[in-house]
């Protein structure tokens, strides 16, 4: 069993039951950021790594710590690099790409793999897989699906930790704009079309 294969098995056993942020979500952050590896110049071993230890600890969006999830990720991706066959530089390279991956940090990787994993990353939030773990999470916190008064925020700024629907405005429409990659950017375009489809057709039901 090579290294990836070996992160693989401990990182499954690492995963908690969110479904927003569970094994099935790394191994999707995973396939997109091998399909964007194709297409660059890149240390894929380290990319791939990163991918699979990127949210070994996940903070629920409800507690205060959530916004050190990938801080802690970090830290605790360089102990477990530590055992498998990875060079100082190696892990130097995966932890910052993981550390630095974060909407929430608001932070572009200096380098290519930490771009290409944050790029891997926000695609897990776009699309139909985007829209149902936005529900996902929006439904296991308890908030409504929309503002009655104003559903798609015409009036008012987004708040997403009252309204599920406010966090497409708030945060997903935003994340084409922000990718760092050009087949980052291609299919994030495609995925944001999901997103407005699926706006649309909400608009007509409600």
């Not at 600890?57 to 802690?72: A, G, H, I, N």
């Not at 190696?90 to 944050?118: C, N």
Request: hydrophobic residues 35%.
């Amino acid at each position: 069993m090579n290294d990836i294969d070996s992160l693989k098995t401990e990182v499954k056993l690492l995963m908690g039951n969110d479904p927003a942020h569970d094994f099935e979500h790394v191994m999707r952050v995973y396939k997109n950021a091998k399909k964007i590896c194709e297409k660059e110049k890149v240390n894929e071993k380290a990319v791939l790594s990163a991918a699979l230890l990127h949210d070994i600890v996940s903070y629920p969006k409800s507690d205060k710590r959530s916004k050190l999830s990938s801080l802690e990720s970090s830290k605790k991706s360089k102990q477990i690099l530590k055992k498998y066959n990875f060079s100082k530089e190696e892990i130097l390279v995966i932890s910052d790409a993981i550390r630095d991956h974060s909407f929430s940090q608001g932070k572009i990787p200096e380098t290519v793999e930490g771009k290409i994993l944050q790029d891997a990353d926000r695609l897990d939030a776009l699309g139909a897989i985007g829209i149902a773990r936005v529900f996902a999470t929006g439904g296991s916190l308890g908030r409504s699906f929309y503002k009655m008064d104003d559903p798609f925020c015409k009036k008012r700024l987004p708040d997403d930790e009252m309204w599920t629907i406010d966090h497409f405005f708030q945060k997903l429409l935003k994340l084409e704009s922000l990718m760092n990659t050009k087949s980052g950017k291609a299919e994030a375009k495609m995925r944001t079309m999901v997103l407005n489809k699926f706006l649309h057709h909400l608009k007509r039901e409600i």
